[in-house]
């Protein structure tokens, strides 16, 4: 009877707000289209007037609709909680008839109360022990901290508008100014839902237009806290709101799961024209993580033209003749260098089936945990892992005037020795039918760049999830990048970008730029 009691009044109420709403279009329709004061017009401008007088009663019309749909989804969970409410009513009156029938045993007081009212009462209690938790939470995000170290430790807020956020982070590769996500576009619409709640009928709405600022405070503890502005109607005046998304306590969720990955083997491609000295350094890499320390990798080169080839190929025979190894294979391609079509053509080289694999650049230097990590986060039919890589500064300038370091020391993770690549999608651990399922690589893109993203592009318009994460075993050695002029216009910008960015720290290029020297 509750339940369609509540179906009633939502239809009842739904009819008659949107019947005047209708009737008072249709005549305001007519009126425009068909009075004689509009057909003897000698000019425009009264047509342009009735046209957006329509035109702001149909938004205003429009942002009510939005209201009444928030709270019909309200109502609708209430109907739910209502009807989950029933159902424990007959489940613990069921229970109830029958200790009653064996004498009451096991029965005690709680038979004696109404199940109904206990339900709320529990739903009340988790409501009110919730907003408890998440006022002290707030409590104590708010509380001003003393003692800071230095004022870099000093809480700092993101603003944002109905726009754009804008970002604190500081460097070269970084957006200071970005589109609002969708946890911006949540918020905006919960606060205008609860203004326009408390606004009376002759009082005009809020909508999202009108914020003027907002800010974002973030405690990866705690949770986001918002503040929020908008206009009112009175001059100088602005209605203020706060509101908090908290964090719950930390707890385990889901099923206790194991990964087994020991029997996986990774198969590394990568794709060469020229840079003999640069293959050189990676194989001998090459030797010490794959062949004698992980010993499950198999390694496919697909090298363009013909300058080189005979020099590259017999150094992979000597490595194989070397460490008695034979896990390996050269393949070769008299086409233009196009990146994409050496990986689609090692990929389509593996007749072993469904295996795991890697693309990888002569660049790249990787330890044997990254491998562990590879087999872990790429999953068959499920996952593909993106790792983000380490781009390494030139060392000309991270080191000048200093002592430069071996080799294995300079692969540090520090702001002044180079920084994340969090917009490069080359390096990819993927299973070979994944890559396929989307249709490869595009054969057409040739030269240097533009082939991962159109391939990120295909795997996130499937069913496959994209596990994108920094990975710290994972580093790619500075190298002089030399941009061809002829490449398409979208990748000589993309290439003078990057050389522009992975070449030194902010801080560095501006000592240079200025003529400086800063011990």
């Known amino acids: 009877v509750t339940v369609s009691t509540v179906l009633v009044l939502i239809v009842a109420y739904t009819l008659l707000t949107f019947r005047p709403w209708l009737r008072l279009s249709r005549q305001s329709y007519q009126f425009v289209k068909g009075s004689p004061m509009l057909l003897a017009c000698e000019s425009d401008g009264q047509v342009t007037y009735l046209m957006n007088l329509l035109k702001r009663q149909e938004a205003k019309h429009k942002l ?54 206990l339900r709320i009462v529990n739903e009340q209690k988790k409501e009110g022990a919730l907003k408890q938790f998440s006022e002290e939470e707030l ?39 970005q589109k609002l996500t969708r946890e911006h576009g949540e918020v905006i619409s919960t606060a205008v839902r609860l203004l326009n709640d408390e606004i009376h009928d002759t009082a ?22 918002y503040e929020l502005y908008f206009r009112s109607p009175s001059v100088n005046t602005f209605r203020h709101l706060r509101v908090f998304r908290p964090f719950a306590p930390v707890r385990v969720v889901g099923k206790r799961t194991g990964v087994e990955r020991s029997d996986v083997w990774v198969n590394v491609i990568v794709t060469l024209q020229g ?41 992979l025979k000597k490595m194989a003749s070397d460490n008695s190894y034979e896990h390996y294979k050269f393949l070769t391609s008299d086409l233009k260098f196009s990146r994409g079509r050496g990986l689609q053509h090692g990929a389509e080289d593996l007749k072993q089936g469904n295996v795991l694999m890697f693309f990888c650049d002569v660049d790249m230097v990787f330890d044997a945990e990254f491998l562990d990590r590879c087999r872990m986060h790429a999953s068959p039919g499920r996952k593909i892992y993106y790792p983000i890589v380490f781009s390494l500064y030139n060392p000309d300038i991270v080191y000048a005037g200093k002592s430069r370091p071996s080799f294995r020391d300079q692969l540090v993770i520090g702001h002044e020795t180079g920084t994340w690549r969090k917009y490069g999608y080359g390096m990819a651990c993927l299973y070979r039918d994944d890559l396929f399922s989307v249709g490869g690589f595009d054969l057409s893109i040739e030269g240097w760049g533009g082939e991962d993203n159109d391939l990120l592009k ?6 496959l999830e994209i596990f994108r994460a920094v990975d710290r075993g994972l580093f790619h050695l500075y190298h002089e990048k030399l941009c061809d002029p002829e490449l398409s216009d979208g990748q000589y910008d993309d290439c003078t970008r990057n050389r522009a960015i992975y070449e030194a720290s902010h801080r560095q290029l501006g000592l240079r730029v200025l003529n400086l020297n800063v011990s």
Do not use: W
């Open 458 to 463: 295909k795997f996130k318009c499937s069913s």
């Open 204 to 225: 005009p709405l809020v909508s999202s237009r009108d914020l003027v600022d907002g800010f974002s405070l973030y405690n990866r503890t705690r949770g986001t806290l």
């Open 275 to 315: 840079r003999l000295d640069r293959f050189k350094a990676f194989v001998k890499m090459y030797v010490d993580v794959c062949v004698k320390q992980d010993k499950r990798v198999f390694l496919t080169v697909v090298y363009f033209g013909t300058d080189g080839r005979e020099q590259a190929e017999k150094i």
């Open 64 to 117: 009510e609709i939005k209201g009444l749909r928030g709270k019909i989804f309200d109502l609708h969970e209430k109907i739910n909680l209502t009807v989950q409410q029933l159902k424990s009513l007959k489940t613990v009156e069921g229970n109830c008839s029958g200790n009653m029938y064996n004498g009451g045993i096991g029965g005690g007081d709680a038979c004696g109360v109404d199940p109904f009212q």
């Open 139 to 177: 409590n104590r995000l708010s509380t001003p901290r003393t003692g800071f170290k230095n004022h870099f430790e000093a809480p700092l807020m993101e603003a944002f508008t109905s726009s754009y956020s804008y970002h604190r982070e500081v460097g070269m590769a970084t957006v200071p100014r």
